[in-house]
């Protein structure tokens, strides 16, 4: 079974920088089939990038998603004042599963 | 617009079941999977399966099986979620989530989640 590993479990930045989340996969993810959620407290999960790197509908485009076979990036271009929350990767062959998490906090 | 609607918290007993509706509207209700996911308190997301609302099948985790069931009923759009035998670490929200028609496996519309407490 595929397991899902993201890296920081914490990434304090200031509103206008760069994120950088990573989650890597301890076998290859067939097809790219790695997608990306948003949290923020007390709400459900947004979905905002689909394999690997197509942004869902309605996400801006300072969202991106990278990667292939075992490791993969959501790049946040800007953070805004919004973006702060927690981000999960989730492979979605047959039996999906989901990262751990990295949360994005205010520095 | 797309809604997904739950039902509201549950308390149950250790042993118990508890079953969660998810009530759908503004999509045609059997064209899309329905996926259910839960979130323990402070932790982190889990699939636990999907059911096909047209024909009814179903895909379970192999975590929950022999444990969970999914049913639907196409008349008023609702899928359900049953989950058996209960335990305390069975404590959790539970979403359901409509499936991605882009990326099958994804949910691009949620439910605002269910509750599920477990406690003697």
């Given at each position: 079974e595929i397991v899902l590993t993201q890296s920081p479990g914490t990434l304090s930045l200031s509103p206008g920088e760069r994120a950088t989340l990573s989650c890597r996969a301890s076998q290859s993810v067939s097809s790219s089939y790695l997608a990306w959620y948003q949290q923020k407290p007390g709400q459900a999960p947004r979905l905002l990038?689909?394999?690997?790197s197509s942004r869902a509908t309605?996400?801006?485009?300072?969202f991106s998603g990278s990667g292939s076979g075992t490791d993969f990036t959501l790049t946040i271009s800007r953070l805004e004042p919004e973006d702060f929350a927690v981000y999960y990767c989730q492979q979605y062959g047959s039996s999906p599963l989901f990262g751990g998490g990295t949360k994005v906090e205010i520095k | 617009q797309v809604q997904l609607v739950q039902s509201g918290a549950e308390v149950k007993k250790p042993g118990a079941s508890v079953k969660v509706s998810c009530k759908a509207s503004?999509?045609?209700?059997?064209g899309y999977y329905m996926h259910w996911v839960r979130q323990a308190p402070g932790q982190g997301l889990e699939w636990m399966g999907w059911i096909n609302p047209n024909s009814g099948g179903t895909n379970y985790a192999q975590k929950f099986q022999g444990r969970v069931t999914m049913t639907r009923d196409t008349s008023i759009s609702t899928a359900y979620m049953e989950l058996s035998r209960?335990?305390?670490?069975?404590?959790a929200v539970y979403y359901c989530a409509r499936e991605n028609i882009a990326a099958a496996g994804t949910g691009d519309y949620w439910g605002q989640g269910t509750l599920v407490t477990v406690s003697s």
């Open positions: 990038i689909y394999g690997a309605g996400i801006p485009d300072r | 503004g999509y045609t209700f059997t209960l335990r305390s670490d069975d404590t």
